[in-house]
């Protein structure tokens, strides 16, 4: 669906956030019958002023207004935090009623130009590598979707790269022009609705005619479940021999290499982690896919490696007077990601802080990782979900088992249990919400309480 489409339709707007004000102000010039946003949650901007402030003069409707309001809608365009197993979502679509999102509104027409990036983890880094490297050897492009800027509210660009979440991937009718996948995990189950829900929502990404997909095949989970969509998805893997991955270069060192071929060192990605080189290789498949000779713009590829910020809140190093240096993983928020995360410094004396909104994830391959690898460290669990992550780790005879009353409290225990040169790494294997407005607030609380307690 178009927003040329929504032009003299009933058109709900569910949300407040910042897909919600690009799409009333997206949808408007259309000339909708009627536009509205509706909410039933209680944010800021969820009162007239806040709202106001935001959109203008869009009215907007909260309890048994907003659920009538929706009911008679011909389109509710959703944000990204309704979840398909939502009543009223049931409800509506019972109805008859046509749901979409912001993203989707602006795949259907921007498709052509797009480069559409998810997985349940390395979304976020493999996009923002995509995004500098093609401005590093001269294709200009626009970064945004999940990250920075809502589709909707995107400027004109001639390239653009998008990372998507399963929430933006679950209402497209419109597959990117390149689709690029970097993993594929249970996560966010209770949005979807079940495991199997979850791989249908995320995958809707590739599932409506993209001219290329470019995949981690080091990923077994991915490669299975891409399989079921048969031979007619254009695939591009990535990881094996004959493609990017990392091997013994000229200098018997770790390089990134295309088939036989060396690119540029290991060293040259500043990155910790096996993880991330497996983010690179993904996004160096996708500049092949938009027509970069990573060869030859190897220098360039080189230079722009060179200056490219690695993300805030992803293993992000924390320096402190006591010689200990603390890593805000505070992004974290399934177990494989942590596992990724204590993998990159179990070469250190190392204190992992687990722990967060308890949505009932599976911590068996966490211990399966600790237990396999033996892994030494100290693990101190916070709530929600830290009681329940003690419990499964129970006879790693590697790993001292602490807890703490909240993050705060765990950050001062740390400190005792970790030897100057080690690492405390807050890589939490669970959601913020709950005690945090957001995975932002963790790490600010976190940073406050290594400056409160430094040395």
Request: hydrophobic residues 45%; aromatic residues 6%.
């Amino acid at each position: 669906m178009k927003l040329t489409e929504l032009g003299g339709r009933r058109v709900v707007v569910w949300g407040t956030g910042r897909e919600a004000t690009a799409a009333v102000k997206a949808i408007a010039p259309a000339g909708p019958a009627e536009l509205v946003a509706v909410q039933d949650q209680q944010t800021f901007l969820a009162t007239s002023a806040g709202w106001a402030e935001a959109a203008g003069s869009i009215p907007l409707y909260t309890g048994a207004e907003a659920h009538a309001a929706i009911l008679r809608a011909e389109v509710l365009v959703r944000s990204p935090g309704v979840a398909q197993t939502h009543p009223w979502l049931i409800e509506a679509r019972s109805h008859g009623v046509r749901i979409t999102g912001g993203t989707a509104l602006w795949m259907a027409d921007n498709a052509s130009r797009a480069i559409g990036v998810t997985g349940s983890k390395g979304k976020s880094t493999t996009a923002t590598l995509i995004h500098h490297l093609l401005a590093a050897v001269g294709r200009p492009n626009v970064l945004g979707g999940n990250i920075g800027t809502a589709a909707l509210a995107l400027p004109e660009s001639e390239l653009y790269v998008l990372e998507l979440s399963m929430y933006q991937c679950a209402d497209l009718d419109d597959s990117p022009r390149t689709a690029v996948l970097t993993s594929l995990y249970p996560e966010h189950l209770d949005w979807s609705g079940g495991e199997r829900e979850y791989y249908r929502d995320k995958l809707n990404l590739v599932a409506h005619a993209p001219e290329q997909v470019v995949f981690n095949a080091r990923d077994p989970r991915l490669v299975t479940e891409l399989r079921t969509f048969g031979p007619r998805l254009p695939l591009r893997p990535v990881g094996g021999d004959d493609s990017f991955h990392v091997a013994a270069g000229p200098d018997d060192q770790p390089w990134f290499q295309l088939g036989a071929q060396p690119l540029f060192p290991r060293a040259a990605l500043p990155l910790v982690g096996r993880h991330n080189e497996s983010n690179l290789c993904v996004a160096l498949g996708a500049l092949q896919a938009a027509g970069v000779d990573c060869l030859a713009r190897r220098d360039a590829l080189i230079e722009g490696l060179t200056s490219f910020a690695p993300l805030q809140h992803r293993l992000t190093p924390i320096e402190d007077p006591s010689g200990i240096t603390f890593v805000d993983d505070s992004i974290s928020t399934i177990p494989e990601s942590a596992i990724h995360a204590i993998e990159a410094y179990a070469h250190r004396p190392l204190t992992v802080i687990l722990g967060g909104q308890d949505r009932g994830v599976d911590y068996a391959p966490l211990r399966e990782f600790l237990l396999t690898a033996g892994i030494e460290a100290t693990v101190i669990a916070i709530p929600d979900s830290g009681p329940r992550i003690l419990q499964a780790l129970e006879g790693v005879r590697t790993l001292q088992r602490l807890s703490a009353e909240d993050l705060d409290a765990a950050v001062e225990l740390a400190r005792r249990h970790t030897p100057a040169g080690g690492v405390v790494l807050l890589s939490p294997a669970a959601p913020s919400y709950g005690r945090f407005d957001n995975f932002e607030h963790r790490s600010r609380v976190f940073a406050e309480a290594i400056a409160r307690t430094a040395p």
